[in-house]
């Protein structure tokens, strides 16, 4: 699609590249098109967007931020009085897992066994804790998701500013 429109000068024939997903008759809606950008660099493509498109042509995507185990921790944590301090200490100590699986990782993982020997201590912070897996936390920005159109968008589309909108 993108060699088709002259954006990019790969030709995805002549490199047998895969390309079911613009050309099955089962696909009912036109096929988006992505760039991948590298995270580090993910701003200074949004300035050069916004540079080249102008800020009322360029709406960066929201995306739900959900809750997983360290987030959950830190906010359990503070609902139940628990010093600021420890909770940090507790969340840091689990991997980016879900936090409805916060009790089998104290089972199953060798470096939270002195996390797992002091469960008990903290009360219903794991019971919390899992009860909040998966709910809206807040709201993140799509990485990398970003509407063009023309300087209807702003009156079309609802926007929340952020440091990204004005990073221009």
Known sequence: MVHLLGIATADPVEHDLLMERFLSSYRRSLPDIDIDVESARRLEVYRAVFK??????????????????????????????????????????????????VRSAMAELPELRQVAADADRYGRLWELVEGLDALPRGVAMHPCGVLLSDTTLLDRTPVQPTRARTCR
């Open 52 to 101: 080249r498109f102008g800020a009322e042509r360029v709406a960066l995507v929201a995306m739900p931020e959900t809750y997983r185990v360290r987030h959950a921790i830190r906010d359990a944590g503070a609902a139940l009085g628990i010093d600021p301090e420890e909770t940090a200490r507790l969340a840091k100590a689990f991997p980016h897992i879900r936090a409805r699986d």
